[in-house]
């Protein structure tokens, strides 16, 4: 079995040497053995345990913390609770740090298209990157709601087609025509529109909205702050 002095269990667990003399005089990391000359040594079990005190120091933990831990009957299980904390919060910083980086990322693509940049455009970037997450949870749940809609539609045209009964299309005509309002006045009620003249977020009106052109991202609308007319950023407003 391995033995390791003071100094190499320092450089194993990235310590200094004053560290482990440390522990072993606060009776926490006791050596398991004696050279023939009087220095310490350590087995491979002292340098496991080793390496979990280091852990434990990592989450701040106490001195006086981890010798009451380590006297544990159980201390592993213990050990074990914190590990799957600081595994938690560590996939959470990581997280966080993806979703900054995707953030970043983003802004610097959106510059690239700017000729020129200003605090406004900026802005506008950031506002965009903000909303795109609330519309397409909104979009998603237009498409979910739709899906009966659209079912009962294909349903009412066959039986029109193979039973000769019409009032089931008469029916959906119906339902579609209400899902169509509310659902139109649900998302225009939750949508706002970037200006790229004056940078104004604004809310049209529901007749303009709802009969402008428009693409994915943009709508032909008029500004209500300076009066251009022109494709308008698409952006999320939350309700009124």
Request: glycine share 6%; proline share 3%.
């Amino acid at each position: 079995m391995s033995k390791y002095t003071t100094g190499e269990m320092a450089k194993l667990c990235g310590v200094s040497v004053r560290t482990v003399q440390y522990y072993d005089s606060r009776g926490i990391l006791i050596p398991s053995d004696l050279s023939e000359g009087g220095r310490r040594l350590y087995s491979e079990d002292d340098l496991k345990q080793m390496k979990i005190i280091c852990f434990l120091r990592d989450l701040d933990l106490p001195i006086n913390a981890i010798s009451q831990i380590l006297k544990e009957d159980h201390p592993e299980k213990v050990i074990s609770l914190l590990i799957g904390q600081q595994e938690k919060t560590l996939s959470d910083e990581i997280t966080d740090k993806e979703e900054k980086l995707e953030k970043l990322r983003e802004l610097k693509n959106g510059l690239k298209n700017r000729v020129e940049i200003s605090l406004e455009s900026i802005g506008d970037i950031a506002l965009l990157m903000e909303s795109k997450k609330n519309l397409k949870k909104m979009r998603l749940m237009m498409i979910l709601t739709g899906i009966p809609v659209t079912a009962l539609q294909w349903f009412s045209i066959i039986f029109w087609i193979y039973r000769g009964i019409w009032w089931p299309f008469v029916v959906w005509v119906i339902v579609a025509t209400v899902w169509g309002i509310m659902v139109s006045r649900y998302y225009f009620s939750h949508v706002k529109y970037i200006c790229p003249e004056c940078h104004e977020v604004f809310r049209p009106a529901l007749k303009e909205a709802f009969f402008a052109n428009h693409t994915p991202t943009t709508r032909k609308l008029t500004c209500t702050s300076c009066g251009r007319k022109g494709f308008c950023v698409e952006v999320w407003g939350g309700s009124e």
